[in-house]
């Protein structure tokens, strides 16, 4: 079965500090992997998208990783500051014919100063 | 480019009846989605175009749902008929390809009474 799982659910971090999001998945046959930002009323924003033979992507003081043998990413955010507050989600496409999007379920981050 | 266009943003109707959500993607796109949210649920996709065609609506929760896409600026979801379950905030987002980057609206909050 197609699954994507993520963790922690949530996540407060104080001001500068780095973390490390997670995102572990049983898609087959896999096609790309995405993290997404959303903040609370608005709608998610595209972050990285890896294919299969990109081990690691940044986007600014976002980096994701990937490693398709044992089918798990991760974000990591460096220097975290206030604006960073929110819910990232994995999303992992399956191509078999149609493409298949499965989503994660989210872990939600706040920023304390 | 004014992004992805959702109306009505917000949608307050009563069990029963009839509910039409809209989109217009960006100019260009040729991949359409619409994507429901609920904190239970998190986002899940309910059906993709690639040029105006659906590919696949294997998200749509039952037959009261149905989408078009009668051309390329311009998309449909309706409930008929709608229930309380259906209560969500709604997203279109769009795409260059339907493995690339998609682009989300504001969305739509539906509240089914």
């Known amino acids: 079965k197609n699954q994507v799982e993520q963790s922690p659910q949530s996540l407060i971090i104080l001001e500068g500090k780095n973390c490390t999001l997670q995102c572990n998945y049983t898609v087959s046959p896999f096609s790309n992997l995405r993290w997404y930002k959303q903040d609370t009323g608005r709608g998610p924003v595209s972050l990285t998208i890896?294919?299969?033979?990109?081990n690691t992507k940044s986007n600014g003081r976002y980096t994701a990783t990937l490693d398709a043998d044992t089918k798990q990413s991760s974000l990591h955010i460096t220097a975290s500051q206030l604006s960073d507050s929110a819910s990232y989600i994995c999303v992992v496409s399956a191509s078999s014919g149609t493409y298949k999007y499965i989503f994660g379920t989210g872990t939600r981050l706040k920023v304390l100063a | 480019d004014a992004g992805v266009i959702q109306s009505p943003r917000h949608e307050v109707t009563e069990m029963g009846q009839e509910v039409t959500l809209r989109c217009k993607p960006i100019?260009?796109?040729?991949?359409l989605f619409w994507y429901r949210q609920t904190m239970m649920r998190g986002l899940e996709l309910l059906i993709y175009?690639?040029?105006?065609?659906?590919?696949?609506d294997s998200g749509m929760p039952e037959d009261r749902f149905s989408a078009k896409m009668p051309n390329a600026s311009f998309s449909t979801l309706k409930i008929q008929p709608s229930e309380p379950r259906d209560s969500a905030v709604y997203f279109c987002?769009?795409?260059?390809?339907?493995?690339?980057?998609?682009?989300f609206g504001p969305g739509t909050r539906l509240t089914v009474l």
């Open positions: 890896m294919t299969f033979s990109e």
């Open positions: 987002a769009s795409s260059l390809g339907s493995l690339s980057e998609q682009f």
């Open positions: 100019s260009g796109h040729n991949s």
């Open positions: 175009f690639n040029n105006n065609v659906p590919i696949d």
